[in-house]
């Protein structure tokens, strides 16, 4: 099965803080993608990445930047870390972008913001 | 954009109950529809996924259907397990890379 892995899993952040959240694969997956997850609305996509120095923006990239420094590791930066930032965020990975591939969640990083 | 809904939010049901999670969305232009099970802090799991060129699909417990005249989708879980509670979302995906997720129904299964 698939290997993804988030760290930190839980953090306290100041507003105006910087954040950073981590996200690593080992299957070999070419896309890797940021979600959010906030009560009510399911998961919503921040960022993707379909290969190494590369990012494009998903459906709620504002006060997010992504970071694929290489095929394995993908990171999600808040510079300026506000209160509505306060969620759950997962990370994952798929080997292809056709509509079929399955993606592969991470275990989750519960940030919240103070 | 793509927009997709689930009905009921949260269900509660006795052991050995079945259950119909309902899943709308509003894209044709949706393909693929991955349904993942989410245990309380724990990751997504996927569980069961549906073509829009299929009509029906089965996994043990689980069984989908899929009318894309309608663009809705059903999710039917038999003889429910206490291991059952959990969130489960409905999501949709065009040919590219974006998947959209409903917003989840919570099923508690009571002992």
């Known amino acids: 099965e698939a290997a993804v892995t988030q760290s930190p899993r839980s953090k306290v952040a100041v507003t105006g803080g910087k954040v950073t959240l981590s996200c690593h694969q080992t299957?070999?997956?070419?896309?890797m993608y940021w979600y959010r997850q906030d009560t009510g609305h399911g998961l919503r996509l921040i960022h993707y990445?379909?290969?190494?120095?590369?990012?494009e923006k998903g459906d709620i990239p504002d006060g997010y930047k992504a970071s694929r420094p290489s095929q394995e590791n993908f990171s999600l930066i808040l510079e300026l870390a506000s209160l509505s930032q306060t969620a759950v965020y997962f990370c994952?990975?798929?080997?292809?972008?056709?509509?079929?591939?399955?993606?592969?969640f991470g275990p989750g990083t519960r940030l919240t913001v103070l | 954009g793509e927009q997709v809904e689930q009905l009921p939010s949260s269900l509660i049901v006795q052991e050995g109950a079945s259950v119909l999670i309902n899943c709308s969305y509003t894209d044709s232009a949706s393909v693929y529809f991955p349904w993942y099970k989410q245990e309380p802090g724990k990751r997504l799991q996927f569980i069961i996924d549906?073509?829009?060129?299929?009509e029906r699909k089965q996994n043990q417990r689980l069984t989908l259907l899929f009318d894309k005249k309608t663009k809705h989708l059903s999710l039917h879980i038999t003889a429910t397990q206490p291991g059952d509670s959990a969130i489960y979302f409905c999501?949709?995906?065009?040919?590219?890379?974006?998947?959209?997720f409903g917003t989840g129904t919570s099923l508690l299964v009571d002992p």
């Open positions: 994952a990975s798929s080997a292809q972008r056709g509509a079929y591939a399955e993606q592969f």
């Open positions: 549906i073509r829009s060129n299929m």
């Open positions: 990445s379909y290969v190494a120095d590369s990012t």
């Open positions: 999501s949709a995906r065009n040919m590219g890379y974006k998947l959209t």
């Open positions: 299957n070999n997956h070419d896309y």
